[in-house]
């Protein structure tokens, strides 16, 4: 059997033929593969800062866009204990943490790795959660150099997509079957519905094993007891997520994290980690219940484990045992995917969105919007005119092709908050989409798209408005011009026929004319566009006239 990974030790040297730019859902573009220019490999890592342990990945991406990990080393630390009890992180545990990635970063040196763009360090719950993230933040850069990154829960499920994805494809039975994606952490449980590659539910709860403990350790619990308030916490967090996953049709429980790996390799002696292992439910819980019997030391004694390591077992292989039980599972899938996978994945895309994944953003916009009844057949005519105008004003607007999913996103929910009144729907827009959870956006980029929806009429952005005001200027001046493409957008829709489905852009003088073949008269669109038109004038400084095309 193996035992857990052993602090600053090599876990794996083997290649990773699941993160693959021959895999359709990782298709890139050769730019998009930072290698030298004698194609020789780039060496790249990625560090995953978590509740109970600091993990680092380094590997080579190859010239054809593949991944081949090199080494993955572990080291516990106990960040989360501090973050979930009093939310700020402690002196020592700062310091534990910077002495860890002292030494991290001391390997990277010894693998030719010395510039930080070929190193992405995350920081998931404790980090996020603490009061004293910059604190942490800032030490951490002033001790290593790093640039830590807090992620929020939808960048977490981004990455998990990510890594996950094309093992799922790769297997007939996850291909086309739902697959109930799950991973209990130290600080939360995260979840994804995916069937044909595609993102059914994307959800984070406030449960981790971590989280759990420290929990039952206040209520002051013991024995039969203490079982009795873990399987009560957890039952409530399974009645959520059945809410959430219909079971019409084959459901399969794929299980990741560190603890379900532990269980794997006690239950298979044999699992090379590249392949997904199917464990029986039974075994599982057989298992389970030996761990809940040892207690901590005996675990660390029996197999190895750190403390850190060994706590966080019985809450978490309960949970899991719970959620097969709950579907009646008689298995489980263990992936060894892991947050470092996907991070290391959105290194061999540049940083740059995927077609796929740009359509489960917009597939879960479309689910939100129908939520809320909004006109789609005019929503989506919006949508297509904004990306097109998108396209056509490269040059004016200068926004990467990220903002153009954020637009065509607007586009599709700017018209949500009449589901509430007619009477300030712009308003009620925002706080729909702000309060919403869209798979695949960031809190930051959602908090963008529900601005642009609230701007697409009446008032111009203003510093005093709710959300607008605390954006630093970048973020400021692009929701300002995004706003005022959907504005224009929404006026070349305003008879809601989708007669207008193609548009010329051309420039006369300082005017931006737009003209639409095919119709002839758009007197109704000139109308709208003469009242739309003021903010796009005002950010980029030029009158916008829509004629017919001239025949």
């Given at each position: 059997m193996k035992n857990m990974d052993n602090p600053l030790t090599p876990r794996s040297t083997a290649t990773a033929p699941h993160i693959s730019a021959a895999n359709p859902h990782l298709n890139t573009a050769t730019s998009h593969i930072a290698t030298?220019?004698?194609?020789?490999?780039?060496?790249?890592?990625?560090?995953?800062?978590?509740?109970?342990?600091?993990?680092?990945?380094?590997?080579?991406?190859?010239?054809?866009?593949?991944?081949?990990?090199?080494?993955?080393?572990?080291?516990?630390?106990?960040?989360?204990?501090?973050?979930?009890?009093?939310?700020?992180?402690?002196?020592?545990?700062?310091?534990?943490?910077?002495?860890?990635?002292?030494?991290?970063?001391?390997?990277?040196?010894?693998?030719?790795?010395?510039?930080?763009?070929?190193?992405?360090?995350?920081?998931?719950?404790?980090?996020?959660?603490?009061?004293?993230?910059?604190?942490?933040?800032?030490?951490v850069y002033v001790a290593t150099g790093l640039d830590v990154e807090p992620i929020d829960e939808a960048e977490v499920n981004r990455i998990t997509y990510m890594g996950i994805t094309p093992q799922l494809m790769a297997l007939a039975e996850t291909a086309e079957s739902k697959s109930l994606v799950v991973e209990v952490g130290g600080g939360s449980t995260e979840l994804l519905v995916i069937r044909g590659g595609n993102v059914l539910h994307s959800e984070s709860f406030r449960l981790g094993s971590l989280r759990l403990l420290q929990t039952l350790d206040a209520s002051g619990a013991r024995g039969v007891r203490w079982r009795e308030l873990l399987e009560t916490h957890i039952r409530r967090i399974l009645v959520r997520i059945s809410e959430q996953v219909r079971t019409d049709i084959q459901l399969n429980l794929v299980a990741l994290g560190g603890d379900i790996r532990f269980a794997a390799h006690c239950l298979i002696e044999d699992w090379d980690e590249t392949s997904l292992a199917r464990i029986p439910v039974d075994k599982l819980e057989e298992l389970t219940q030996q761990i809940l019997e040892m207690g901590e030391d005996a675990v660390v004694k029996k197999y190895g484990a750190t403390f850190v390591e060994a706590e966080t077992l019985a809450p978490a292989l309960l949970a899991y045992t719970m959620l097969a039980r709950h579907f009646e599972l008689k298995h489980i899938l263990v992936s060894d995917i892991n947050l470092r996978d996907g991070l290391l994945a959105d290194i061999v895309q540049g940083g740059n969105w995927t077609s796929e994944f740009r359509q489960q953003i917009v597939r879960s916009a479309v689910s939100l919007g129908r939520k809320y009844q909004i006109d789609e057949t005019h929503s989506r005519a919006v949508a297509e005119l904004a990306r097109r105008l998108f396209e056509e004003l490269t040059k004016e607007h200068q926004l990467d092709a990220r903002y153009e999913v954020l637009l065509y996103v607007s586009a599709l929910l700017h018209e949500v908050g009449l589901y509430i009144s007619l009477h300030s729907n712009h308003k009620h827009a925002y706080y729909i989409i702000r309060n919403s959870d869209l798979f695949g956006l960031s809190q930051q980029e959602l908090r963008l798209v529900a601005l642009v929806a609230r701007y697409h009429r009446r008032a111009s952005p203003q510093s005093n408005h709710e959300g607008y005001g605390s954006l630093d200027r970048h973020d400021r001046v692009a929701v300002a011009k995004m706003a005022a493409i959907l504005r224009l957008a929404i006026a070349l829709d305003d008879t809601r026929s989708g007669r207008i489905r193609e548009i010329n852009l051309s420039q006369e003088g300082k005017r931006l004319v737009i003209s639409a073949p095919g119709v002839d008269d758009v007197s109704l669109e000139q109308i709208a566009m003469r009242s739309q038109s003021g903010l796009f004038q005002d950010i980029f400084g030029k009158p916008v006239l829509l004629r017919p095309e001239v025949k």
């Open positions: 030298s220019l004698d194609n020789s490999p780039r060496t790249v890592a990625a560090i995953d800062i978590g509740a109970t342990s600091i993990r680092m990945a380094i590997a080579e991406i190859l010239p054809d866009g593949s991944v081949r990990t090199l080494e993955s080393l572990l080291q516990p630390v106990d960040l989360g204990r501090d973050a979930f009890e009093t939310r700020r992180l402690s002196r020592k545990g700062i310091e534990r943490a910077a002495a860890v990635l002292r030494r991290f970063r001391r390997v990277l040196r010894e693998y030719g790795i010395d510039s930080t763009n070929d190193i992405r360090v995350v920081a998931t719950s404790a980090v996020r959660e603490a009061s004293n993230r910059v604190a942490f933040i800032d030490r």
